[in-house]
């Protein structure tokens, strides 16, 4: 009787170890996915950034052309 009392003991505090370890894991599991997804959302905000920033002189260069396009016409017909 005390023997399979000091079996089911052990057994219990082996499952709680393996429990508190599995615990454990997954906390740090949770830790790095939340850091990873901290630096993704990161890295998208960067690169949303630089886009913007390409866009927007993308926009100026089509918009300094367009004007040199028109102040152009507008002297050819000045002259004539």
Do not use: P
Not at 3 to 13: A, F, I, S
Not at 48 to 59: P, S, T
């Amino acid at each position: 009787m005390t023997e399979v009392l000091y079996r089911q003991l052990k057994w219990y505090k082996w499952v709680r170890e393996c429990q508190d370890h599995e615990e454990i894991q997954h906390e740090v599991e949770k830790k790095k996915t939340q850091k990873e997804a901290a630096m993704f959302k990161r890295h998208i905000g960067e690169i949303q950034a630089r886009v913007k920033i390409q866009r927007e002189r993308e926009d100026k260069r089509r918009q300094d052309e367009y004007l040199e396009k028109i102040t152009n016409s507008t002297c050819l017909l000045t002259m004539n």
